[in-house]
């Protein structure tokens, strides 16, 4: 049984977007510049924000975080995404959820520019990756290719279950196996008998949120098990959706939690960002 | 068996659009417009496009077509569309296809302005739809959506089995299934045994333009078959990508080609139209 951690991954993709990041320095006169936007202080907020901007920095990029009291007005935040947006040296714009209550998610949708989106959130990037185009990756999905790619496990010709349809993970999922040449059966709560589904799977990317759902009998002998769920219980431990002892006797390979999917985010997100930088380059070029 | 027939449900939309056309003109003093743009003088896409023409017509509606010769540039029609784009009495704008060779897909997907684009094949659109957000529907899959409401057919907890992965037909067929909670088997030429696979579902949906590539043996017992492709054979008959009387044997309900899905593209289309209208003079008002 192969244990599919990220670290490795990390280390390569980080490796590659840190060369492509002096390049691009040296090129341009600049650092590739990542913004990101918080409101409030939820502390898992803050430290994922704060470890965003460290990594940033660690790759040679520059990192600038622009904190607003929870009390922010959506129209003081936008009014600040509104000026990045227009702001030559900032690359990637990230606005950090969750956001308070009075922020309609359908609009903040389309606050930074798609060309700035380094979290594939604005519609016409989800649009371009339904279609195939060339696009910023969304960030937990791509991660979870990009492990695959790791370690050998091609999902083309496979049968990958993606359990899960949420906008951030389930959907893209979907598509980017899909695109994958996988075979892709998308379940969630809906799913009447999600067991006898799931136990037909080479391939279980299981997001659904709920601490170790998935035990063994949801697996068949010799599957590729994929755990995107970071779910604290009541004693403070940090467990996946997978019951990771029992699903690691039957499985041939699978991701721990922690030390899994998880750190592959950021990963993902600075290879968008010194994308969005190559890119923005380019077609001041071609103007 | 059921024959899943077009015709009640193109006469219940098309009776709902005709409706909303008179309220419509009525409250803003002009008809809802269409105009389809047509280059060259493929047969099919002149009857095609005149029949669209002719119907939205028949509902009330403005219609209008520009036609192009063949060698006409993408520059020469980008400009129209531009204009059409600009022109407050246009409310739907449809470039239709195939386009000559110089025409680049990934930048025509862009041209019609997204608040005008009936076809639903701008990026942005794309992604509204995949994200669940109110948008354009996709004229086949929103077709064939119609279709199972209409007999009452509830693809909710069904395993519904999308054979094909078009950006037109196969991804947002998955998408509408998927939004109805059914769980999605999406399969496609990689699909290594599709016929053990979509033996399995409830609902299935060819789309892959093969003549009767999915006769009896694809089929579970007592299944719904929804066939979208329409394929003319040598000796000149129109037939689906479902072996009709072989199937038909087997199934609870089938769409019949022609008459089944096909009719359905351009009665969502024209109630795209309206909606287009009705966004457009509401947005107005907001403003």
Known sequence: MLQ?????????????????????????????????????????????????????????????????PWSATPEQVRATIDRLNGDANVDGILIQRPLPPSFKEEEVLYWVSPEKDVDAFHPINAGRLMLGLP????????????????????????????????????????????QANATVLHTHSKTPDLKAICRQADLVVAAIGKPEAIDASYIKEG??????????????????????????????????VPGGVGPMTIAILLQNTIWAAEQREAQKVSR
């Open 223 to 256: 599957a590729v098990v994929i755990d995107v769920g970071i779910n604290r219980t009541e004693s403070g431990k940090v467990v996946g959706d997978v019951a990771y002892d029992d699903v690691a006797q039957k499985c041939s390979a699978i991701t721990p």
């Open 4 to 68: 599919l951690q990220a670290k490795p991954v990390v280390e390569e993709i980080q490796s590659k977007t840190a060369e492509k990041t002096k390049a691009f320095t040296a090129k341009h006169g600049r650092k590739p510049k990542l913004t990101v936007v918080l409101v409030g202080e939820n502390p898992a907020s803050v430290i994922y924000t704060r470890k965003k901007g460290e990594t940033a920095m660690k790759l040679g990029m520059e990192s600038e975080i622009i904190a607003f």
């Open 135 to 178: 696009s910023f990756q969304p960030c937990t999905p791509a991660g979870v290719m990009e492990i695959l790619r790791h370690y050998k496990i091609n999902p083309s010709g496979k049968l990958a279950c993606v359990i899960g349809r949420s906008s951030i993970v389930g959907k893209p999922m979907a598509a980017l196996l899909l």
